[in-house]
């Protein structure tokens, strides 16, 4: 069982940086491969990277590729997203998601997803 809460989304302005974090709870979270999704309004949910559980491998949209690090500490049971260069076009409601493999995170069909967090960015 893994449970996930978001926090960190707020407002920031084009060309400024901001990190949300993932916090999670339960026996199994060292195991889990996990990953950050964001929806738009009016936009399908979009992938925008995952980490595997042990943080050897990770993966990222082209649209976030050099601006996003993903990253996690399994010791505080917590995975952050940093994200610089802030876009218009980044605007969204920030997801982080769980699973026991990878594919599935990367996907979308993990089964395990947080209440979201909302990102804004002004130009």
């Known amino acids: 069982q893994v449970q996930l809460v978001e926090s960190g989304g707020g407002l920031v302005q084009a060309g400024g940086s901001l990190r949300v974090s993932c916090a999670a709870s339960g026996r199994t979270f060292g195991n889990q491969a996990m990953g950050w999704f964001r929806q738009a309004p009016g936009k399908e949910r979009e992938f925008v990277a995952c980490?595997?559980?042990?943080?050897?491998?990770?993966y990222y949209a082209d649209s976030v590729k050099g601006r996003f690090t993903i990253s996690r500490d399994n010791a505080k049971k917590t995975m952050y997203l940093q994200m610089n260069g802030l876009q218009p076009g980044d605007r969204a409601v920030y997801y982080c998601?769980?699973?026991?493999?990878?594919?599935?995170?990367?996907?979308?069909?993990?089964?395990?997803w947080g209440q979201g967090t909302q990102v804004t960015v002004s130009s």
């Open positions: 980490i595997s559980w042990n943080g050897a491998s990770t």
């Open positions: 998601t769980a699973n026991i493999k990878m594919a599935p995170v990367r996907g979308g069909r993990g089964g395990y």
